[in-house]
């Protein structure tokens, strides 16, 4: 399916997460780079090999991390827009949540997660601009006309006892 304006939202937070998992696997790795040459400025062997196990634990996690990202580099192919485009119905609920950075009382940043939970019990998740939260679950609406919208308690203590409690009474499940 192409991106259509239903999906562009989604489109481009999917987008926005490859960046940054890119990003930070590359930190990694530059880490895992500094770590190695600090083996050699090193002037005791027990400061030697403390460089030498972050070396290779970030080297490691940066090359399974980067082989992770690029597995999915086309959005096309990330499993969350699979699920929208290709199996809405499985999905059941959907929320957001608000997560705010604030040391000191000082707000830094703040971003949303928006959370597709699945009829299997599974989850999706992807971080999202606060002020693209509620444009996202707009769109996300008439793709997902079964699927339960927002958080509340009940609605968490539901999934748990049976997540086809969520679906929608106004819309009828396949058999």
């Known amino acids: 399916m192409s991106k259509s304006d239903d999906f ?16 930070a696997t590359m930190l990694m790795l530059f880490g895992g780079i500094t770590f190695m040459v600090l083996i050699f400025l090193a002037n005791t062997v027990s400061l030697s090999l403390v460089c030498a196990l972050a070396s290779m634990s970030l080297i490691v996690l940066g090359f399974k991390f980067l082989y992770d990202t690029l597995t999915v580099w086309q959005t096309e192919k990330h499993p969350l827009w699979q ?18 950075t604030s040391p000191y009382g000082l707000q830094v940043s703040g971003h949303a997660v928006m959370y597709f939970k699945l009829i299997d019990g599974g989850e999706w998740n992807i971080s999202i601009s606060r002020r693209q939260v509620q444009a996202l679950s707009e769109s996300l609406n008439p793709v997902l006309p079964h699927a ?21 009474d106004s819309y009828e499940v396949e058999s």
Not at 148 to 168: C, K, M, N
């Open 148 to 168: 339960t919208f927002g958080y509340s308690v009940e609605r968490a203590q539901w999934y748990v006892v049976d997540p086809h409690l969520l679906i929608r």
């Open 83 to 100: 699920q929208v485009t290709q199996h809405p119905k499985d999905i059941v609920w959907v929320y957001s949540k608000v997560v705010e």
């Open 8 to 23: 562009i939202l989604l489109y481009h937070a999917l987008r926005r997460e490859r960046h940054l998992k890119l990003l």
